[in-house]
Nanobody, 119 residues
């Protein structure tokens, strides 16, 4: 079992930056695929970014590509999402996820952290 706790959300002006963190417990994340999803008010949850367990490639949605960067710190069992050049449309609850390597689904989800970008 893996427990995920996000932090780092908050209120920021458009053009600003935030760095989300996801602390894992229960298992080491180094052998899990990890990622981030988000859900804006009144919208469906959407994929943001993914980082396979081998860490050889990263995946981003078109809406955040070039602005967001996913990374992991295996020593601290933590995943990060650096978000730059934030836009009001990035406003959402951001969820950290983890799944067994190669699995088509993510088995573990955090409770989410709110990101609000003001115009």
């Amino acid at each position: 079992q893996v427990q995920l706790v996000e932090s780092g959300g908050g209120l920021v002006q458009a053009g600003g930056s935030l760095r989300l963190s996801c602390a894992a417990s229960g298992r080491t994340l180094s052998t899990y695929d990890v990622g981030w999803f988000r859900q804006a008010p009144g919208k469906e949850r959407e994929f943001v970014s993914a980082l396979p367990w081998k860490g050889t490639s990263t995946i981003y949605s078109d809406s955040v590509k070039g602005r967001f960067t996913i990374s992991r710190d295996n020593a601290k069992n933590t995943v990060h999402l650096q978000m730059n050049s934030l836009k009001p449309e990035d406003t959402a609850v951001y969820y950290c996820v983890a799944g067994r390597a190669g699995s088509p689904t993510y088995d573990y989800w955090g409770q989410g952290t709110q990101v609000t970008v003001s115009s």
